[in-house]
């Protein structure tokens, strides 16, 4: 992936409000311009084509850019073979396993966003198979790219001390604005499931598995008709993936499998039931195909989740325990209820650090619309969401803390600012990196391309 589509990562499309990736995959170069060389780095070429290609899909994606498009473009494309030639010699690699989960997850999104794989060929004007080779060689640059970045900046640490000078230091227009954040409980309870629905599933996945045990079909083939996860597109596949890639109940049936003509037996998961094919082990790693089949819930097993939970409300409402007890003893939802309730959201400071403050937008859209009724303390009634398995459950939300807009500051915001001087600090030293990389690396710029503003130092000399 270029570098400079790593920078560039969210838009919104039509009414869907997908997130996607910048791909060059819609907008191809004009044929009628004749190709030229307009840098050279190293010894590589980035070709007119080359930048033509960002810009006609920059340009697709309605993406604005600061200054001269021709100036700014084949600068980023500069600065991602610098990366991608560190990462050589470095000998970093990404394991095509990952790669292609990657891809995987993100052809997924684009079918569960748009509804369907046509109407994501229609929008990408590109088929899937030719989708998913681009997206491979995208993702895995990206990924490269982000390795040799992290390697450069791992050391990164920032003082109680040093956060405070840096604070100090920001012009009072630099000073961040902090929307109004939310801190909210939630406790959840999955509706019943009628044991014949249950039965049911079961048995449709034991007669898949007699028929390809037979001979009498592929499994790919019934993972494309039947399976409900995102994989069927690919057979079911899910590419070499280590033990961490699943969760345990299915990990442990992938890895003790070892005859690729036979079905694994049932295995349960947060998810539904799925059953398994080995396609093959390498190293710590397998490859999968499965079916997934989830037992459906109805509308009077919702209803009888959310009256079992108003009732609950109204039990810690009228003092007979807490909102903290009931979430410990009483929620199925695996995220909080060892919490007392708290949700939290590593959104806003990375996985390093887990917040419980929420800015609306980065609430489940049914809390967002239950918490933005709430006066603080308010329990919600309950109410339908998903949960982070993409099923129905029953809820209820409590508001604790609503923290109004504010200029940051460091007694409320410290982590926020922490991680503004880190990332500072980070960009301080990759542009340090680059800078050096340009004066030990040969690099020529065309005449016709070195009229420009660059971001970084020493391209021309």
Not at 32 to 54: K, L, T
Not at 248 to 260: C, M, R
Not at 396 to 409: F, S, Y
Request: glycine share 4%; proline share 4%; charged share 25%.
């Amino acid at each position: 992936m270029r570098y400079i589509r790593s920078k560039i990562v969210k838009r919104t499309i039509g009414v869907l409000s997908l997130t996607l990736m910048v791909l060059p995959l819609m907008s191809q170069a004009d044929k009628n311009v004749v190709d030229e060389v307009a840098w050279i780095v190293g010894d590589e070429a980035i070709f007119r084509s080359d930048i033509e290609e960002q810009y006609q899909q920059m340009r697709s994606e309605g993406i604005s850019m600061s200054g001269d498009p021709y100036c700014f473009i084949p600068e980023q494309l500069a600065v991602e073979k610098l990366y991608l030639h560190q990462a050589k010699m470095d000998t970093i690699e990404v394991p095509e396993s990952s790669v292609r989960s990657m891809v995987d997850q993100r052809i997924n999104f684009f079918i569960n966003q748009l509804g369907s794989q046509e109407k994501v060929e229609e929008y990408f004007h590109k088929s899937l198979p030719v989708l998913r080779e681009s997206l491979i060689e995208m993702m895995k640059n990206n990924s490269i790219v982000s390795q040799v970045q992290r390697n450069l900046t791992q050391d990164v640490t920032a003082t109680p001390n040093e956060v405070r000078k840096y604070f100090n230091s920001l012009p009072a227009d630099s000073v961040p604005y902090v929307p109004m954040q939310v801190e909210v409980q939630l406790i959840t309870l999955n509706p019943n499931i009628p044991r014949q629905e249950i039965e049911d599933v079961k048995a449709r996945l034991r007669e898949y598995a007699d028929r390809v045990n037979k001979g009498e079909i592929d499994f790919s083939t019934l993972a494309i008709m039947y399976s409900e996860d995102g994989s069927s597109m690919q057979g079911g596949e899910l590419g070499y993936n280590g033990r961490a890639a699943w969760v345990p109940e299915f990990a442990n049936v992938a890895f003790n499998l070892t005859d690729p003509k036979k079905v694994s037996r049932i295995v349960e998961t947060e998810y539904g039931f799925h059953i398994l094919q080995l396609i093959g082990k390498r190293g710590d790693q397998v490859n999968v195909r499965h079916i997934l089949l989830t037992p459906k819930v109805s509308q009077k097993d919702l209803t009888d989740a959310t009256n079992r939970l108003d009732s609950i409300r109204k039990e810690i409402v009228g003092g007979a325990f807490t909102f903290e007890e009931a979430a410990s003893y009483i929620s199925q939802d695996k995220d909080t209820r060892n919490n007392k309730g708290v949700m939290t959201n590593n959104s806003e400071y990375s996985d390093l650090y887990r917040s419980s403050k929420f800015e609306m937008q980065d609430l489940p859209t049914e809390v967002a619309r239950r918490v933005e009724k709430l006066n603080v303390g308010d329990i919600s009634e309950a109410f339908i969401m998903k949960n982070n398995s993409h099923k129905d459950v029953a809820a209820i939300v409590k508001l604790t803390e609503r923290i109004p807009g504010h200029r940051a500051n460091l007694s409320d915001d410290y982590n926020l600012l922490k991680k503004m001087y880190e990332n500072h600090k980070r960009e301080m030293i990759l542009k340090e990196w680059l800078e050096n990389k340009i004066k030990d690396t040969y690099v020529k710029i065309e005449p016709g391309w070195q009229n420009c503003e660059f971001h970084y130092q020493g391209w021309i000399r």
